[in-house]
């Protein structure tokens, strides 16, 4: 069975730092891709950044390119998303996600999700 677990999230101030992360379990996580989205208030769910098992591929959305930074430990079967300068606008609900076969890019069909962890930035 495959599991994911964010953990991370909280309320903070509009240019603070946050690091979300993600346990995956029930997978060998060192062969998968996997991707972190988020969903707003009143917002559909959407990409924010993914990366390959290997190599150097990583995507990440205009919005948070050069903000967040996604990373993996796959000793640990862990995800992180490092965020930087947050903005009130990255308010969401924040979700890692598993790709089983692909790069991580934003058009891939991911195939488990976690449940979420919420991050709230007050101006």
């Known amino acids: 069975q495959v599991q994911l677990v964010e953990s991370g999230g909280g309320l903070v101030q509009a240019g603070a730092s946050l690091r979300l992360s993600c346990l995956v379990t029930g997978v060998d996580f060192a062969t998968v891709a996997m991707a972190w989205f988020r969903q707003g208030p009143g917002k559909e769910r959407e990409f924010v950044a993914g990366?390959?098992?290997?190599?150097?591929?990583?995507y990440y959305a205009d919005t948070v390119r050069g903000r967040f930074t996604i990373s993996r430990d796959n000793a640990k079967n862990m995800a992180y998303l490092q965020m930087d300068t947050v903005k009130p606008e990255d308010t969401a609900s924040y979700y890692c996600?598993?790709?089983?076969w692909g790069n991580g890019s934003s058009d891939r069909k991911y195939n488990y999700w976690g449940q979420g962890t919420q991050v709230t930035v007050t101006p």
């Open positions: 990366m390959a098992w290997r190599g150097p591929s990583v």
């Open positions: 996600a598993v790709d089983l």
